[in-house]
């Protein structure tokens, strides 16, 4: 993530997207977790309500499929924080 480095994004789980297939998710780094709601076009376009140190958050983002294993995004704060990150599937 551009933000956050490796030790912050695995502080309490390793840090990681999920997409359960029928248009919901969820992830968590650090102390921040969200669940989500998507879409697919030519990216994977998402909105998410969640918490940032118990603290009520919510955003939106976007990724896009790199190959079968990566996706590379976009991750919005409603403060107007943002990050880039990259995945790999586990």
Request: aromatic fraction near 16%; charge should be negative; include cysteine.
């Amino acid at each position: 993530m551009e933000l956050w480095n490796q030790e912050f994004i695995d502080l309490v789980v390793p840090g990681h997207f999920t997409f359960d297939g029928f248009g919901k998710g969820f992830f968590q780094f650090g102390a921040i977790e969200g669940y989500m709601i998507y879409g697919v076009g030519s990216d994977l376009d998402f909105k998410w309500n969640g918490t940032d140190e118990m603290d009520e958050t919510s955003g939106h983002g976007w990724c896009e499929l790199i190959d079968n294993n990566e996706i590379s995004g976009e991750i919005h704060f409603a403060n107007e924080e943002e990050s880039t990150f990259k995945a790999q599937r586990k």
